[in-house]
């Protein structure tokens, strides 16, 4: 397994480019599943959860052809409805091809996504879409079973917002008989990513970006070209890196409208993140400014930049409380941000930050993938050197960011496993 070492203590300078969006690539690669002809996406990020999901499809008849960033997918011959347990346990959102399975073939087998590092992530509520509109749902040998000659519009509201809930049905109700209504469902852009490539289809969508979408079956769908939203998260740690090293960076393709509450909670922090040109300047203070953050659904502060702007608070002036409202286990990193020498205080789904003089490196572990992002970008500002093991966590969801961050003047190496 790779590890990554860090001196820390460099100024981030220079320009860097946000890559695609991997939580708008993978449900955009599902849908393909619902379409005849060869799908053409292009700016689809270099990560292994994409590799994942391509492998998923192959392994259900789907021709893949990826190469620079650009993704050629024909599902006209699916052979095969089954996606199996070890593939989906390496990436849980490949649970999404159940549903355009179902709404295409009529039938699919899907292993059951165990839980996460995070949390235990459950999808009874991906599930009572799918019953809502009609399909026959059996769990059995750890595996959904489902299947619908023809799943039918339906009436849904959602008790908890669930991003990829939101998606996976508003997937399964194109090809349904009749209109659907998803009710309380999920904003993020990447949910109005995916229905903008849905209606590119041929889908009939209304509502996406809002808390109520209505979608009108229609008999098939499509093959479409698009090309894939910058990723919101991967913009918003290189902002952070930014804070954490006093950098003034440029990002090339930065997400700017869809980063509201991470920007607003920035610049209380005391950076300076303002349009120049193409892209978005990021100023970093001397100060940092201690600040208070929620985790909220879309358009409030995400939970996935959660652990990186703890890191930030943990070199600010003063105390700071996050709150973690989305899932009951996401402070893993704080362990290992306090064998930093972080002043971390957990209580319930609250931490407690006292900001510190300084971090000081060392080897520490990635459990998850925005935990070790907070590593990284730790170990961006701590004194000396900290290694981070176990980076395949980082390799699921960020392109290279070693390389990127090693281009704006970072000291940072990735060191094979087999060095
Ligand atoms: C998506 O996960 C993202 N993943 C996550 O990003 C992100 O953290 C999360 O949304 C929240 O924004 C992708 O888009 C591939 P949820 P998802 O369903 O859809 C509960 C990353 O780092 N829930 O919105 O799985 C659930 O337990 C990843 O890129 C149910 O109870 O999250 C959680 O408490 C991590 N039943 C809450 O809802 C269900 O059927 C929100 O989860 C579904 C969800």
């Not at 981030?12 to 449900?27: D, M, R, W």
């Not at 393909?32 to 689809?44: A, D, K, Q, R």
């Not at 020498?341 to 000081?360: K, M, P």
Request: overall charge neutral; hydrophobic content about 40%; aromatic content about 4%.
């Amino acid at each position: 397994m790779d590890r990554i070492v860090i001196r820390g203590g460099e100024r981030l300078i220079g320009e860097v480019k946000v890559s695609g969006s991997k939580n708008a690539s993978l449900p955009i690669f599902a849908a393909s599943l619902l379409t005849e002809g060869e799908n053409l996406f292009h700016n689809v990020p270099k990560l292994r959860d994409i590799l994942t999901i391509a492998r998923v499809l192959k392994n259900l008849g789907v021709k893949v052809q990826g190469e620079n960033g650009a993704y050629r997918i024909d599902a006209t011959e699916v052979s095969n409805n089954e996606a199996p347990y070890d593939l989906v346990k390496t990436m849980r959102a490949s649970i999404l091809v159940l549903g355009p399975l179902v709404a295409r073939m009529r039938k699919a087998r899907v292993s059951l996504p165990g839980g996460c590092a995070i949390g235990a992530r459950p999808i009874n509520l991906h599930l009572m879409g799918l019953e809502a509109m009609g399909a026959k749902i059996d769990l059995r040998s750890g595996y959904v079973e489902a299947k619908a000659d023809r799943l039918k519009g339906a009436d849904i509201s959602f008790d908890t917002t669930t991003v990829t809930g939101t998606e996976h049905l508003m997937m399964a109700a194109t090809l349904a008989k009749g209109k659907t209504v998803l009710q309380n469902a999920a904003m993020e852009p990447e949910v109005v990513d995916l229905a903008s490539v849905l209606k590119k289809m041929g889908a009939k969508i209304e509502g996406a970006g809002t808390s109520l979408i209505e979608i009108e079956g229609v008999e098939s769908l499509h093959a479409a070209e698009h090309t894939i939203i910058p990723d919101r998260i991967e913009a918003g740690t290189l902002m952070v890196a930014a804070g954490l090293t006093r950098g003034n960076i440029k990002l090339q393709r930065c997400p700017f409208h869809n980063m509201e509450a991470v920007i607003h909670k920035l610049r209380e922090t005391g950076m300076e993140i303002d349009p120049e040109g193409e892209g978005v300047r990021v100023i970093g203070s001397r100060r940092i400014r201690s600040v208070d953050v929620k985790t909220q659904p879309y358009p409030g502060f995400p939970t996935d930049m959660q652990a990186q702007f703890m890191t930030l608070m943990s070199l600010s002036r003063g105390l700071s409380i996050i709150t973690e409202t989305i899932f009951e286990n996401r402070f893993i990193h704080v362990n290992e941000l306090q064998r930093m020498g972080a002043d971390i205080r957990i209580q319930g789904n609250t931490a407690i930050i006292q900001g510190v003089e300084s971090l000081s490196g060392a080897q520490v572990m990635a459990t998850d993938l925005r935990a070790s992002a907070s590593l990284v970008v730790a170990g961006l500002a701590a004194e000396g050197v900290t290694e981070i093991s176990r980076v395949y966590h980082l390799d699921r969801g960020y392109e290279e960011l070693d390389k990127k961050l090693a281009g704006l003047g970072a000291n940072i190496k990735r060191v094979k496993e087999e060095d």
